[in-house]
């Protein structure tokens, strides 16, 4: 409307200037041609400078618009339940039974419990030592199906947020908001590779105990063979009473 306006008024004007008297005595309006002509030719370029400026400022305008889109943030965030998940899965790891995943410990452990059958121990310090390993292997087991049982519990959540980031980058109005989207998804499969690690390295803990106490289970039996075959501190026969 201001540019008609605009108009309007420079032809309005070219034309007064046109049948403007050309003296102040005589009162005969007198039309010149070429000046007619060379108003209506100042006008249509006026006319043209605006819509070229209006033009200019419509693609101005779409381009902050267009800014704006791209600097927009995703208005959807997985973070907090992607670090839900790591943190259940990592708190079933530190509730490691008896040996946790620790050098020290471990280091200790074989040092110790798993240590090759000395043969200076008692008998029963021998069977004390099997038990002891024996419910290791058990409780390893048994920390190796929880870690599987929760990192199965976030099968759910990791379905519920993939479904959600698709959504959300394909409906993203800006470069931000896809970036954002593709972030988030590439964090859901590194959560993902971190349940499958702790998986992988619960149950390679469980198939390591089992895998030494079977082998101290086989030194310790040919430790007591031993005993019990050695002449003089070997098998005694002795006396016993059976039925009272």
């Not at 070429?34 to 070229?52: K, S």
């Not at 976030?154 to 593709?182: E, K, P, V, W």
């Not at 349940?195 to 039996?221: F, H, K, M, P, Y």
């Amino acid at each position: 409307m201001t540019a008609i306006r605009h108009l309007a008024t420079v032809i309005l004007f070219a034309l007064a200037v046109s049948f403007m008297p050309t003296s102040s005595s005589a009162q005969v309006f007198v039309f010149d041609p070429n000046n007619y002509a060379q108003n209506v030719l100042t006008a249509a370029r006026a006319l043209q400078q605006i819509n070229n400026q209006i033009t200019s400022l419509q693609n101005q305008t779409q381009m902050l618009i267009n800014q704006a889109k791209n600097l927009a943030s995703l208005p959807y965030s997985s973070l907090q339940q992607l670090q839900t998940s790591i943190q259940r899965t990592q708190q079933l790891l530190n509730q490691a039974q008896r040996i946790a995943y620790d050098v020290q410990q471990i280091d200790h452990a074989f040092s110790t419990t798993y240590a090759p059958a000395p043969s200076g121990v008692s008998n029963q310090a021998l069977i004390s030592s099997a038990q002891s390993r024996w419910q290791t292997s058990v409780a390893a087991l048994q920390d190796a199906l929880r870690v599987q049982a929760g990192v199965v519990g976030n099968l759910d959540t990791n379905r519920i947020q993939t479904s959600a980031l698709l959504t959300s980058s394909q409906s993203a109005t800006g470069a931000l908001q896809a970036t954002q989207a593709g972030n988030q998804l590439i964090a859901l499969q590194a959560q993902q590779l971190a349940d499958l690690t702790a998986t992988v390295a619960a149950q390679g803990r469980a198939q390591s105990l089992e895998a030494a106490q079977r082998t101290l289970a086989q030194d310790q039996g040919r430790e007591q063979l031993r005993r019990f075959l050695s002449p003089g501190s070997g098998y005694q026969p002795t006396t016993v009473q059976m039925f009272h």
